[in-house]
């Protein structure tokens, strides 16, 4: 599957700000190869709150490996020519600096 600016806006509508997503679902998503290897990497929980503590499959988990969905924002607000450091300036949380990149989706 080809990848260019459609499937970019389609896969940056399905980023959240806050998940891992595995190398499977990566490549399910259309997420090309080579980010996948540039962006994915080993993430462990942090247990002094629950927003900081990884969940997989509703389980505790102490790492997980994959591309964390806020990452993967930045790198298709770039490739689509966003410039995602202005406009989540402002934001508060990774939750919102993804809705303030998807937003800059009506400019283009």
């Not at 499937?7 to 940056?12: E, N, P």
């Amino acid at each position: 599957m080809p990848f260019d600016s459609v499937s970019a806006q389609m896969l940056l509508l399905k980023c959240t700000g806050d998940e891992i997503w595995n190398e499977e679902t990566c490549r399910q998503e259309g997420v090309p190869d080579l980010w996948i290897k540039e962006l994915k990497d080993c993430f462990e929980s942090g247990y002094n709150s629950d927003r900081n503590t990884i969940y997989h499959k509703e389980k505790m988990v102490n790492q997980y490996e994959g591309v964390l969905d806020l990452h993967l924002a930045y790198k298709l607000a770039e490739y689509l020519g966003i410039d995602w450091k202005q406009v989540t300036a402002t934001s508060i949380g990774r939750r919102d600096q993804v809705k303030s990149i998807i937003a800059e989706l009506d400019e283009l």
